[in-house]
């Protein structure tokens, strides 16, 4: 049987791992692995690389708990570079941002917004909406997306585009913190979206 490892080409001692959000499709960073740190990483299930700075193993998140963990992992057709589709705990970048490039898919933003969202809960920020308003727990959460719901039916009624399309924007954004309460995802409701469409067709 032929494993992925066996596929690895580690005669180098150091091969380049790129880390992929599996939601988003982003490019969260750059990193190297030799062979233990690869081994380690398939243990662990979370991503371990090696530090060319530290020189020792590295695990991501390992200060800041904003691991990534691994879903799947893919070998070049070389066998000298890795790409590995994880789940961020957490910003990735030690400046705070989602990616080492601070890119924004804009046709997945919605998926990037409720990262950024599970990152404030998990994170339980003092100073951050999502999580004060997160801890107030389902009936304050349920309250406040239905007064959102109002004021979006008040202003629909009118004519300012501006005002229209801004609480529309606050109340999928309250929506979102609703889901994630729940544990649920966007995707979870897309698939439903899909589901009945395609029974229609």
């Not at 989602?98 to 933003?109: A, G, Q, S, V, Y």
Request: net charge positive; proline share 1%.
């Amino acid at each position: 049987m032929i494993t992925i490892e066996s596929k690895i080409n580690f005669k180098e001692g150091l091969i380049p791992v790129i880390v992929q959000d599996i939601k988003t499709d982003k490019v969260l960073m750059l990193g190297y692995m030799n062979q233990e740190a690869y081994k380690k990483s398939i243990d662990e299930k979370k991503v371990i690389f090696y530090s060319r700075s530290k020189r020792r193993l590295w695990t991501k998140g390992e200060v800041s708990k904003n691991y990534l963990f691994i879903r799947e992992i893919l070998v070049d057709c070389d066998g000298d570079a890795l790409l590995i589709k994880a789940e961020p705990a957490g910003p990735v970048c030690h400046k705070g941002t989602d990616t080492c490039w601070k890119e924004i898919n804009e046709k997945r933003f919605l998926f990037h917004l409720e990262n950024i969202i599970s990152n404030r809960i998990h994170q339980k920020s003092k100073n951050s909406y999502i999580y004060q308003l997160s801890k107030k727990g389902i009936n304050k959460i349920s309250q406040k997306l239905g007064e959102e719901t109002v004021e979006l039916i008040i202003e629909s009624k009118d004519n300012d585009k501006n005002l229209f399309l801004n609480e529309s924007a606050d109340l999928l954004f309250h929506y979102l913190i609703l889901l994630n309460k729940k544990g649920f995802e966007i995707q979870d409701v897309i698939d439903i979206l899909k589901h009945r469409h395609l029974r229609n067709i």
